[in-house]
């Protein structure tokens, strides 16, 4: 099982970056797919997530409005859009396969390596 993030960057307040996780060694379909970040000296926490079929969609209420997730299942990738970024929403962004869930995570749950993102002037 192999998760690996893409598309993280330094960027300005206001700005927009376009993560992006490209799964592979499992039936990606299958699977509900998670965004989370984790900030310096602050817990793991879940952005977004994606049902299987791309159909349901769910966010933090720190990004709703500003975060689109979505997957195209044909490219086992899925993707977090990321507008209106603040320097809050600085941190590193892990995707995983896995039940979506509004808090935490299963052990049993396959993560990425992360990718940083950065918002600062």
């Known amino acids: 099982v192999q998760l690996v993030e893409s598309g993280g960057g330094l960027v300005q307040p206001g700005g927009s970056l376009r993560l992006s996780c490209a799964a592979s060694?499992?039936?990606?379909?299958?699977?509900?797919m998670s965004w989370y970040r984790q900030a310096p000296g602050k817990e793991r926490e879940w952005v977004a997530g994606?049902?299987?079929?791309?159909?349901?969609?769910n966010y933090a209420d720190s990004v709703k409005g500003r975060f689109t997730i979505s997957r195209d299942n044909a490219k086992t990738t899925v993707y977090l859009q990321m507008n209106s970024l603040k320097p809050e929403d600085t941190a590193v962004y892990y995707c995983?396969?896995?039940?979506?869930?509004?808090?935490?995570?299963?052990?049993?749950?396959?993560w990425g390596q992360g990718t940083q993102v950065t918002v600062s002037s």
């Open positions: 995983k396969a896995g039940a979506v869930r509004l808090a935490g995570w299963a052990p049993y749950d396959y």
């Open positions: 994606i049902s299987s079929a791309g159909g349901t969609t």
């Open positions: 060694g499992f039936t990606f379909s299958r699977y509900g």
